[in-house]
């Protein structure tokens, strides 16, 4: 990836507030550094795990060819590929929700869907994908206390959940948990729809099934009307 990508993020932004930047750059550089050396040696024991795997599969599967130039490195490839889809797990929702602004006098309610996510089921490691949709009710009632967000922190945060072992309803919840913390909204609301590799791949082998989950709080929970509106929204 483009270092560019990674310093209008999140560098620029701590650069851009700082009083004095050179300074800054080095505090954060020593960090990234220190940051670095600890996941490369994730990375190697995680390797050396892969490799074991795969002498298992051989054990098992004596024709298994390992000396295969595409599994040459399929260890380090697939600790890196974890570290990356685990990445959620190294954010956290108040930085995510760093800039938020006063609802004002917005109290009508406001929903991002169909946003794709990728996760990794806790039981078996294999991937489930779908679509997060969320919704909010600012509650202007509580003046400063309640706040809206640009939109695309609605889709970090949904990544911050999904990026782990997790499991579909423990998502929901900690999604739906996320904004209602920072947020302080008068009601929020999350639906998830999630196509299970475990499920659809292997085991039970329902390729067409998916799950599908909510959970609510707050106006969303006391008022069905306001339900049957985030799903019309939904369906347009
Ligand atoms: N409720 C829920 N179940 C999940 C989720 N992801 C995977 N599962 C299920 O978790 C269960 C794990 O149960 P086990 O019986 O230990 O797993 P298993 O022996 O591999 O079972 P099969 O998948 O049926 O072959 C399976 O039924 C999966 O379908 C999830 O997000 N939510
Ligand atoms: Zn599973």
């Given at each position: ?19 004095n930047p050179e300074k800054t750059l080095d ?210």
């Amino acid at each position: 990836m483009a270092f560019e990508a990674s310093f209008n993020k999140d560098l620029a932004r701590k650069l851009a507030s700082s009083n004095n930047p050179e300074k800054t750059l080095d505090l954060e550089l020593a960090q990234f550094r220190a940051r670095a050396v600890e996941l490369n040696a994730a990375r190697e024991k995680m390797a050396e795990g892969y490799d074991k795997v795969l002498q298992g599969l051989k054990m098992a599967f004596p024709n298994l060819d390992l000396d295969d130039k595409n599994l040459v490195g399929s260890p380090n490839r697939m600790a890196r590929a974890l570290l990356e889809i685990c990445s959620g797990l190294g954010t956290s929702q108040k930085e995510i929700f760093s800039t938020t602004f006063p609802a004002e006098n917005y109290n009508e309610v406001i929903i991002l869907k169909d946003i794709d996510y990728t996760s990794l089921c806790s039981h078996h490691f294999f991937p489930f994908i779908g679509k997060a949709h969320v919704g909010y009710l600012p509650d202007t009632t509580h003046g400063q206390d309640s706040r809206v967000v640009g939109l695309s922190k609605l889709a970090h945060i949904v990544d911050m959940h999904a990026q782990r072992p997790q499991l579909q309803e423990r998502m929901c919840y900690g999604i739906m948990n996320s904004i209602k913390e920072e947020l302080k909204p008068a009601g929020v609301m999350v639906v998830i729809e999630g196509s299970h590799g475990c499920l659809t791949c292997r085991g039970a082998k329902k390729a067409n099934a998916s799950m599908m989950t909510s959970a609510l709080d707050g106006k969303f929970k006391e008022d069905p009307k306001l339900r049957a509106e985030f799903f019309s929204l939904l369906k347009q």
